[in-house]
């Protein structure tokens, strides 16, 4: 079946430090490849999406690209701020293998930035 | 209209007690979708509505009932919870089959405590 792993943390960076969150995942079909955030006490938010091998999803300084050839998507951003503290979920969405339209999460990494 | 909503927040509720979870979004998505989130876990697919019919039962208990009266509208009915089931529900939305392309939409989550 479908995974998603990432690296679970805790990351405690100090602010305009790099980050990078690695994330690798198998799938049976041909996923689409997402990073959520989640702020403390608040829902899911869609950070970036790639939808195809060598995509580049970006957003608030966050970059992940579609690598197929390792099967990543690791999530960087070259410089953090506190206001970045938050759980960071990898997930694929895959329609091959009768998955239906299901997420497939990774098990999340929180990051702390301190000031 | 780009949001999921759901309410309420907040709910505490006995073990005897039934109760209902609402979840409403206007954009148009024709599948919907309840996750559990525990503590420091990612979510995990409960239910899933495709096209107003219920096409995944991630073999939930049956003191958990969705309901799907339209659309837009997606209620969760408890009843009999254990106190194990204190969690986040999260509902979420996306535009059928292209939620594997774009994404899902979350809402903020109601925080359920069963005392």
């Known amino acids: 079946g479908d995974s998603v792993t990432q690296m679970e943390g805790p990351v405690t960076l100090s602010e305009e430090a790099c980050l990078t969150i690695n994330c690798t995942y198998t799938a049976t079909g041909y996923p689409s490849l997402f990073w959520y955030v989640q702020y403390p006490g608040e829902g899911l938010q869609l950070l970036l999406k790639?939808?195809?091998?060598?995509d580049k999803g970006s957003n608030k300084g966050f970059e992940a690209t579609y690598r197929k050839e390792t099967t990543s998507f690791h999530l960087e951003k070259g410089s953090v701020q506190v206001s970045d503290s938050a759980v960071y979920f990898c997930?694929?969405?895959?329609?091959?293998?009768?998955?239906?339209?299901?997420?497939?999460f990774g098990k999340g990494t929180l990051l702390t930035v301190n000031p | 209209d780009t949001e999921v909503t759901q309410t309420p927040k907040h709910l505490v509720m006995g073990m005897t007690n039934k109760k209902s979870l609402k979840c409403e979004q206007h954009m148009g998505h024709r599948a919907m979708y309840w996750y559990k989130q525990k503590a420091k876990k990612p979510p995990e697919l409960m239910f899933v509505?495709?096209?107003?019919?219920?096409?995944i039962n991630e073999s939930v208990p049956s003191r958990f009932s969705p309901e799907c009266p339209n659309s837009s509208l997606l209620n969760l009915h408890l009843h009999a919870l254990q106190p194990e089931d204190s969690a986040l529900y999260l509902c979420?939305?996306?535009?059928?089959?292209?939620?594997?392309?774009?994404?899902?939409?979350f809402g903020s989550g109601t925080r359920l405590t069963v005392v």
């Open positions: 509505y495709s096209y107003e019919k219920l096409s």
């Open positions: 997930a694929l969405s895959d329609v091959g293998g009768g998955s239906n339209y299901k997420l497939t």
């Open positions: 979420a939305s996306s535009q059928g089959r292209t939620g594997y392309n774009y994404g899902y939409t």
């Open positions: 790639a939808t195809k091998a060598d």
